[in-house]
Nanobody
C-alpha cells in the first residue's frame, strides 16, 4: 500500500518562504519522476516541478511560473521529497500535491502531465497574502 503524505503548508506573507515535504511509505523515491503540482478551485492542476531520480541523484525540471523561486529535491535516506518555495506571491495560493512514479526518461517531456503519475498525496494548502 503506497501512501504519500505532504506537510509544511500554511499561511505566509508575500515575499516569504515555505518548504513542503512529502514522505512516502510503500514506495521508494528511487526511479522515474517525482513531482509537485498545485491546483486552485476551478482550474486545472499545474505541474510546478519534477525530479527524475536515477542512481541516487536527480535531474530537476521547473515550470515557468516557479523557475528561479522554487527548488525540488529528494532525500533518499528518509524517502522524502521537498519543495523549497521562496519569494512567494499571492498567485501561489493553492492546494499543493506531491506525486510519484511519473514519466520515464524516454518521455521526460511529460514531466508536468498529471496523468503520467501513479501515486498522489492528499494535498497541503498554501495561502500567500
Amino acid at each position: 500500500h503506497v501512501q504519500l503524505v505532504e506537510s509544511g503548508g500554511g499561511s505566509v506573507q508575500a515575499g516569504g518562504s515555505l518548504t513542503l515535504s512529502c514522505t512516502a511509505s510503500g514506495y521508494p523515491f528511487k526511479s522515474n519522476c517525482a513531482a509537485w503540482f498545485r491546483q486552485v478551485p476551478g482550474k486545472e492542476r499545474e505541474g510546478l516541478a519534477s525530479i527524475f531520480i536515477s542512481g541516487g541523484g536527480g535531474t530537476p525540471f521547473y515550470g515557468d511560473s516557479v523557475k528561479g523561486r522554487f527548488t525540488i529535491s529528494q532525500d533518499n535516506a528518509n524517502n522524502t521529497l521537498y519543495l523549497q518555495m521562496n519569494s512567494l506571491r499571492p498567485e501561489d495560493t493553492a492546494m499543493y500535491y506531491c506525486a510519484a512514479d511519473g514519466p520515464r526518461w524516454s518521455v521526460i517531456n511529460l514531466w508536468n502531465a498529471d496523468y503520467e503519475y501513479k501515486y498522489w498525496g492528499q494535498g497541503t494548502q498554501v495561502t500567500v497574502s
